[in-house]
C-alpha cells in the first residue's frame, strides 16, 4: 500500500500541482545576444571559446549594467559554442569570473537545436542536470529547465525534469523558456517559478505588449527574455525600458534594457516549508516512481482518459489523491486515497461540485455526495 500511495502521490504532483522555493532575487537583467551570437553569454562554458572572448564579453555585459549572465550548460546548436560534458573546474573557474565582476550567472540547462541530446532521452537529461547541480549550485542565481522547451520536450516531461531538480535539492527559482505565443502551451509552465517570455523578433509595441500582458496573467513572474537580436543596439534597450515601465510586475528582461528598473522578485518561504515536508516523508517512493514517469513521458504522448485532483493540508499533514472519470456528461465516478492508506470509491456531479469544497483541516473534500 505504501508504495502504491507514492505512485498515486507522484503522478499528481507531476501533473497538477505547483509550489516555489523560498529565496528572493532583484531585478534580473541581463543580456544575452550581442551581435546576435558573436558575444553572447549563451557559449560563456563551451571550450569552443577563449578567455579573450569571455574577457571581451564580460566586458560588453559589465558596461550594459547588467546584474545577470545567462549561461548553456548543455547545447549543440551551431550557432554557439558546444557544451556537452560538466567539467567541475573548468566551469567553476568560469562561473567564478563572472561573480567576481558582479554578474550572477543563470543555468539554462540545455538548448534548442540539440537532436544529438535529445535521442537520448529524458532520463539522460535527468541524469547530466543533476550533474550540472552537483558543479555549480552553489555558484548559480537561478535555472532555466531548457530553451524553446515545447520545440522537443512535451509539457509532462518538463514537469519531470523541474521535480526531478526539487527531488535533487535545488532550492532556487527554476524557469521555463517557450516559443513565441504562450496561449495553448499553459501547461508548461504550471510546475515553473518564473516564465521566461520570448516575444519573438521583429514585433510591434502593440505585439510586445500583448505577448507580456498574457504571460502576466497566467499568475507567475515573468522575465522578458527575447525581444532582439543584438541586446546593445538602441531600439533593444528601447524595448527593455517599454517593458518594465509598462508593466511593473514583471521582474526583468534578457535582450538589453536602458535606465529603468524591473520589479524585484520573491519566492514565499512558506511554500519551501511544504514541499521540504513532503519530499522528507516520502522520498523514497518518488525515487521509484519518477522513474517511472520519466519512462512514461518520453515514450508516449497519451492523453489520460481520467482527471487527478492532489490536495493538501499544511497544518497537521493530511493529503487526499482523487481519481476521477466521466460515466456520462453529469456524472463521475472514481476513488480517493488518503495518508492513512484509505481508499474510498464514490460517484459524484460534475468536475466542479467535486473539486470545490477541500477542507483544509481534514483533508476531506466536502461537496462529496
Request: net charge negative; hydrophobic share 35%.
Amino acid at each position: 500500500m505504501k508504495f502504491v500511495l507514492g505512485f498515486l502521490v507522484a503522478c499528481v504532483i507531476l501533473i497538477s500541482n505547483n509550489y516555489n522555493v523560498g529565496t528572493a532575487i532583484a531585478d534580473f537583467k541581463s543580456t544575452f545576444l550581442i551581435g546576435t551570437a558573436d558575444y553572447s553569454t549563451l557559449s560563456w562554458l563551451s571550450d569552443d571559446q577563449s578567455p579573450a572572448w569571455r574577457d571581451k564579453v564580460l566586458a560588453q555585459i559589465q558596461g550594459n549594467g547588467d546584474t545577470h549572465a545567462d549561461l548553456m550548460a548543455r547545447s549543440y546548436d551551431g550557432m554557439f559554442g558546444k557544451v556537452d560534458g560538466v567539467n567541475r573546474a573548468s566551469w567553476r573557474a568560469r562561473y567564478q569570473k563572472l561573480l567576481d565582476g558582479g554578474i550572477a550567472p543563470v543555468t539554462w540547462l540545455i538548448s534548442d537545436d540539440s537532436p544529438q541530446v535529445y535521442k537520448q532521452g529524458l532520463a539522460n537529461q535527468i541524469e547530466y542536470q543533476n550533474k550540472v547541480v552537483d558543479a555549480v549550485d552553489d555558484l548559480t542565481s537561478h535555472y532555466v529547465v531548457c530553451l524553446e522547451c515545447d520545440e522537443y520536450y512535451s509539457a509532462n516531461e518538463v514537469s519531470v525534469l523541474i521535480q526531478n531538480l526539487r527531488r535533487k535539492g535545488v532550492n532556487k527559482p527554476i524557469g521555463v523558456h517557450l516559443t513565441p505565443g504562450m496561449s495553448g502551451k499553459e501547461a508548461y509552465v504550471k510546475d515553473a517559478d518564473i516564465i521566461y517570455l520570448q516575444t519573438g523578433f521583429d514585433k510591434t509595441d502593440d505585439q510586445i505588449r500583448q505577448s507580456v500582458a498574457y504571460a502576466i496573467s497566467l499568475g507567475k513572474p515573468v522575465v522578458v527574455s527575447e525581444y532582439h537580436k543584438d541586446g546593445t543596439s538602441a531600439e533593444a534597450r528601447r524595448i527593455g525600458d517599454l517593458i518594465c515601465n509598462e508593466f511593473p510586475t514583471v521582474v526583468g528582461t534578457g535582450n538589453g534594457r536602458g535606465s529603468s528598473t524591473c520589479a524585484s522578485y520573491a519566492m514565499p518561504e512558506e511554500e519551501q516549508s511544504k514541499w521540504e515536508k513532503f519530499h522528507g516523508k516520502y522520498d523514497d517512493e518518488l525515487a521509484v516512481i519518477m522513474l517511472a514517469m520519466i519512462t512514461f513521458s518520453a515514450a508516449t504522448l497519451i492523453t489520460l482518459p481520467f482527471q487527478m485532483q492532489y490536495n493538501y493540508a499544511n497544518e497537521n499533514g493530511a493529503y487526499e489523491v482523487l481519481f476521477a472519470a466521466p460515466i456520462n456528461e453529469s456524472t463521475d465516478g472514481g476513488f480517493t486515497i488518503n495518508e492513512s492508506g484509505r481508499v474510498m470509491g464514490f460517484i459524484s456531479g460534475t468536475f466542479d461540485k467535486l473539486f470545490g469544497g477541500f477542507d483544509g483541516d481534514t483533508g476531506r473534500n466536502s461537496d462529496r455526495r
